[in-house]
């Protein structure tokens, strides 16, 4: 598909559609038993059952690599297969859990098989993103927009998320994804289906669209408003295309200024005190590329916020009244601002609707 250029088109294995799940079982590593333990599920023929060649991790990133056999593999009966890979004896290093890991499964000729997003972390709440637009950038940090003209609607309530994915297919024709699905921690997975054929604007002649299956989509939410998401399609399995990006939501108005979008009108909400704060931030000296001050004069308060440079969006802020500091936000959106105060209960800053 053309919205967003695959990274390498690849020939599947003989056993193709592999799933991936962590397994409850302890590794063998002795000196990290409670190491994270993955499963490998799929089919092929007996004489031709996979082994696990290798793997090797570089931060959060896991690789895992396949010995499959294919001498007489086509003509057989394919039955299921189970295979248990333990990360932390392969490599000689400890897979704890708390990160969220992404693991690509290939085979010895670095043909893809399988990608996963796992999130490891036992009752974490997660980034509750923002509902809006969501625009695709390059997976480099560098903040350049990728696939112009597409981009991705998100609308969350709860932990239920609903997603939309717009841009174009390989004849620059323009195509609609939509698929929901209920957010993990940090994590979202996503089957997506294509519409097609449905009942034309001005038409009115009742049309039910016909859905079909689409690509797969995995997100990690780092803030309220920016993300990474991985694009994964493939015919059962087969002939894999992934593609990582970045996501980010954006203010519509551009500007130099560092973090333009926390100027406006605020409530703070704690969930230790009963009465929100209202604040009128507005841009104060000292500003620069890297940081951001703002400031109500009216209550004494202060915002400082680190900046992106490249971004011009913040990505830790710290509140002061008085000259107290009153709470640290690590999560930044454009109306939403999440953190802990200083007696460690949960805090968020809300932007307030302008009304004309």
């Known amino acids: 598909m053309a919205l967003l250029p695959p990274v390498a088109a690849l020939a599947a294995a003989p056993s193709a559609g592999l799933s991936v799940r962590i397994a409850n079982q302890p590794s063998s590593f002795k000196s990290a038993p409670q190491s994270l333990m993955f499963e490998i599920n799929g089919h092929a023929a007996r004489i031709c059952t996979p082994t696990i060649a290798s793997a090797s991790v570089v931060g959060a990133e896991i690789d895992l690599r396949l010995h499959l056999p294919s001498s007489g593999c086509a003509q057989e009966r394919q039955f299921a297969f189970n295979l248990t890979a333990d990360i932390a004896a392969l490599t000689g290093r400890a897979l704890p859990r708390g990160p969220v890991y992404h693991m690509q499964v290939r085979d010895r000729n670095a043909e893809l098989l399988a990608f996963r997003v796992f999130e490891t972390a036992s009752g974490s709440a997660g980034p509750l993103p923002e509902n809006g637009f969501w625009w695709p950038q390059n997976a480099d940090g560098s903040g350049i927009p990728v696939a112009l003209g597409s981009g991705i609607g998100i609308e969350a309530q709860g932990s239920q998320l609903a997603v939309s994915l717009f841009g174009f297919n390989e004849l620059g024709s323009p195509t609609w994804y939509f698929g929901s699905t209920r957010q993990k921690g940090r994590v979202a997975s996503i089957d997506l289906l294509e519409l097609q054929n449905g009942e034309p604007l001005f038409a009115g002649d009742g049309r039910q669209p016909a859905a079909r299956p689409g690509p797969h989509l995995d997100i990690e939410f780092e803030s309220s408003s920016q993300a990474r998401a991985w694009l994964i399609e493939g015919n059962d399995g087969a002939n894999l295309k992934l ?69 011009h969006t913040a990505t830790l802020c710290s509140l002061t009244v008085a000259g107290i500091v009153l709470a640290d936000f690590d999560r930044i959106g454009i109306d939403r601002l999440v953190g802990h105060g200083n007696d460690g209960a949960r805090v968020q800053l809300l932007r307030v609707p302008q009304t004309k």
């Open 243 to 311: 593609r990582a990006f970045d996501l980010a939501r954006t203010p519509f108005a551009r500007s130099t200024e560092p973090a333009p979008y926390l100027v406006g009108r605020w409530v703070l909400v704690s969930d230790a005190e009963a009465a929100p704060r209202e604040l009128n931030l507005s841009q104060r000296a000292g500003t620069s590329a890297t940081d951001a001050q703002l400031g109500d004069d009216e209550v004494d308060a202060k915002l400082a916020c680190h900046v992106d440079p490249i971004r």
